[in-house]
């Protein structure tokens, strides 16, 4: 059983380029949470979706970024027009319909230039 | 939303003396408390997790208590080896509102040989 699988796992975007991360969950798991982490610091929850739905998007920034995860293929976070304050390692996790045990991909880790 | 306050920020022990690392939330409702360990450019992973019908669990040199009165839980860790090293991060979830773990900011264990 594979794990949670992100990609791509380093991401070199331009100001005002688009980042499309990938999040694959494990295999029966059918939800997915996105969280971001900057330097030093901890993880910030951003969004939490179940197959065709977003549950909550409290932690998303209002503008520019989005999610969704689609009844077939991996889940996917963008984020438009990035800026410098875009950097950071981006982690998805996934855990089972029964259960709140999460566990995480390896994360995507965007450089904005 | 729930909050969780992580401390210390930064913990220093001698090589096969104990750690403990402790947490506080805010929101009564939450029911689990998963506890991560995150090594440099690494994934978090779950180290050990308890729910909130039960006081104390042990894995092997990890245990994990609960307080539920007082809303804090921590970790120990006894006879502390140099790969103990890491960040470790407490969670909270099962409150009112998203299924989503909201994270402390986390402690940075360093193991002294």
């Known amino acids: 059983n594979a794990g949670v699988m992100q990609n791509p796992r380093h991401l070199v975007r331009r100001r005002g380029q688009e980042a499309r991360l990938r999040c694959s969950p494990m295999k029966g798991h059918s939800h997915v949470y996105w969280y971001r982490q900057l330097p030093e610091e901890g993880l910030k929850f951003m969004v939490y979706?179940?197959?065709?739905?977003?549950?909550?998007e409290s932690g998303m920034p209002k503008e520019r970024f989005s999610a969704e995860f689609p009844k077939e293929g991996p889940s996917i976070l963008r984020i438009q027009q990035v800026v410098r304050g875009d950097s950071a390692a981006y982690f998805c996790?996934?855990?089972?319909?029964?259960?709140?045990?999460?566990?995480f991909g390896q994360g995507t880790r965007l450089t904005v230039v | 939303g729930e909050n969780v306050e992580q401390h210390p920020s930064t913990l220093s022990v001698q090589e096969g003396d104990s750690a403990v690392i402790k947490c506080t939330y805010s929101d009564s409702a939450s029911n689990y408390f998963p506890w991560y360990k995150q090594e440099l450019g690494k994934r978090p992973q779950l180290i050990i997790d308890?729910?909130?019908?039960?006081g104390e669990k042990k894995d092997q040199r990890i245990a994990v208590t609960l307080n539920k009165t007082a809303k804090h839980f921590s970790l120990h860790i006894t006879e502390t080896q140099p790969e103990d090293s890491a960040v470790y991060f407490c969670?909270?979830?099962?409150?009112?509102?998203?299924?989503?773990?909201?994270f402390g900011k986390g402690t940075h264990l360093i193991i002294q040989p």
């Open positions: 308890i729910r909130s019908n039960v």
């Open positions: 996790a996934s855990s089972p319909q029964e259960g709140n045990e999460a566990f």
């Open positions: 969670a909270a979830s099962g409150g009112g509102g998203a299924d989503g773990l909201t």
């Open positions: 979706l179940q197959k065709e739905n977003i549950i909550d």
